[in-house]
């Protein structure tokens, strides 16, 4: 469902993403981990299409993002790191908007299940400027989910989650993959990671170091933790 070959990306000088190959297959959960400023950010923006490789190709669904973005992004739902919402929209006009960008056939019953689903149906006519960070991370997931993706790119999808929304989150990704839907996360939250993702990549300085299953990254290390394997290979001049 995800194919990155031979993904480059530059800035001036700067090699923020370096021959990048990928593959991510139907109904996984790929945790695409690294260090601030590793290219992890810029992998996915590639991949929605926000910004151009300067060399090779991102595949989505069977469809180049670059030379098919329409076909493409009518199958992908995003979730930045930093949602950016229409202030003076409440809940409900936001989620009637964002149906409407994906022509979603009478999307009412969707709309109020996901407000219901994140806790917001009693926020629904509110404006969002008065909505918490965390209820407008619900809010951005909730719209993510209307059109029914095929695969869903997320950044750093638990911040400013509490900790019930964050295992409401959690079983909600499980119950998509189990359904076919591809998700491809990134994130800082290890712990997070190690619980829920059949597959792990780690980049650091734009560069892909290690990926594999869950369980094949973990037992690079001594503990058991992904937290440890993680550490060792983005220090300087690791060797596991």
């Known amino acids: ?20 190959n990928l593959e991510i297959g139907k109904g996984e959960i790929f945790g695409f981990l690294g260090p601030n400023g590793a290219g992890k950010t810029t992998t996915i923006k590639m991949l929605t299409g ?12 069977g469809f180049d993002i670059q030379e098919d973005p329409i076909e493409a992004k009518k199958l992908i739902g995003y979730i930045p790191d930093q949602p950016f919402l229409y202030p003076k929209l409440t809940g409900m006009e936001f989620l009637q ?7 979603v056939e009478d999307p009412g ?14 926020y629904r006519d509110d404006l969002i400027e008065s909505y918490s960070h965390g209820m407008c991370q619900k809010l951005v997931m909730g719209a993510c989910f209307l059109h029914d993706p095929k695969v869903i790119l997320v950044d750093e999808p638990m911040v400013g989650l ?5 295992r409401l989150v959690k ?12 998700i491809f996360m990134s994130t800082h939250t290890l712990d997070l990671a190690q619980d829920i993702c059949t597959r792990i990549g780690i980049i650091n300085n734009g560069n892909l170091i290690a990926l594999g299953t869950t369980k094949e990254i973990v037992s690079m290390g001594r503990t058991g933790e992904l937290e440890d394997v993680f550490l060792q290979l983005t220090k300087p001049n690791s060797q596991l």
Not at 50 to 61: C, D, H, N, Q, R
Not at 162 to 166: H, L, N, Q, R
């Open 97 to 103: 908007f964002a149906a409407n960008l994906y022509r």
């Open 50 to 61: 926000l910004l151009k490789p300067t060399e090779g190709k991102a595949i989505v669904s």
């Open 162 to 166: 509490d900790p019930k929304s964050i």
């Open 1 to 20: 469902m995800i194919k990155t070959i031979n993904l480059v990306k530059k800035f001036d000088r700067i090699t923020a993403v370096n021959n990048l």
């Open 109 to 122: 019953p969707k709309i109020d299940r996901y407000l219901r689903m994140f806790e917001l149906i009693q």
């Open 171 to 182: 079983e909600l990704f499980r119950d998509s993959a189990s359904g076919g839907l591809t």
